[in-house]
């Protein structure tokens, strides 16, 4: 139904910043939701940020005031702009989005955050 294509993974030191970008594509009539999760090493799957369609932003603790969620409608395009990386924000990061009731997933991009 819906295919979600993440992209803007990788290397960083800690203190730099990176963007992630997630793009639906397929049989969408309207995504309510869109947003992202990580899963560390040895962790659960945790919320990072969300963002519903004309509602405000949700925020993890632990990215509050470093992390950035936001959205073009248009190209049904989510992204998350992450600042002051620290290594506790090395994870599997993916993306998530709402559409007709289903919850569809993207398959995942590897942030790593080392010296």
């Known amino acids: 139904q819906v295919q979600l294509v993440e992209s803007g993974g990788g290397l960083v030191q800690p203190g730099g910043s990176l963007r992630l970008s997630c793009a639906a594509s397929?049989?969408?009539?309207?995504?309510?939701?869109m947003g992202w999760y990580r899963q560390a090493p040895g962790k659960q799957r945790e919320l990072v940020a969300t963002?519903?369609?004309?509602?405000?932003?949700n925020y993890a603790d632990s990215v509050k005031g470093r992390f950035t969620i936001s959205r073009d409608y248009v190209k049904n395009t989510v992204y998350l702009q992450m600042d002051s990386l620290k290594p506790e924000d090395t994870a599997v990061y993916y993306c998530?989005?709402?559409?007709?009731?289903?919850?569809?997933w993207g398959q995942g991009t590897q942030v790593t955050v080392s010296s």
């Open positions: 397929g049989s969408i009539f309207s995504l309510y939701a």
């Open positions: 963002k519903p369609r004309g509602g405000n932003t």
């Open positions: 998530n989005a709402q559409d007709r009731g289903y919850t569809y």
